[in-house]
């Protein structure tokens, strides 16, 4: 048949034959839809159990139950020595000999500078 020689009852044929087609491939897709579904419900999600399996081995392993403190570390004590000087050491001195006298004076209600 050439493309000029189409009538009526020949595209009727063509549009039977693409809607047959097309429920005939809606039918297999839906076969595989409802395999995989039914391989899932029966096998279940093998690397998503993997995966929870090992956060949750994570998560026991990150834990912290309990803080333990050692003796000989005593890192949160003192001693009662300390040089205050050498804490000060590292910062620059910016206040002047003039405000740190003005601000170790005593508080008066009214004051000019």
């Not at 009526?8 to 005939?24: A, C, G, P, R």
């Not at 949160?76 to 040089?83: I, L, Y």
Request: charged share 35%; with cysteine.
């Amino acid at each position: 048949m050439l493309e000029g020689e189409l009538n009526d009852d020949s595209l009727s044929k063509i549009i039977d034959t693409k809607i047959h087609l097309n429920l005939e491939i809606d039918k297999d897709e839906m076969y595989w839809e409802q395999r995989a579904r039914q391989n899932w419900l029966k096998l279940g999600d093998k690397n998503l159990a993997y995966f929870h399996i090992c956060a949750l081995a994570r998560r026991k392993a990150n834990t912290i139950s309990k803080l333990v403190t050692e003796e000989e570390k005593d890192l949160f004590k003192t001693n009662g020595e300390a040089d205050s000087c050498k804490v000060l050491e590292g910062i620059d001195r910016i206040i002047t000999q003039e405000d740190n006298k003005f601000l170790l004076d005593p508080f008066q209600k009214k004051r000019s500078r």
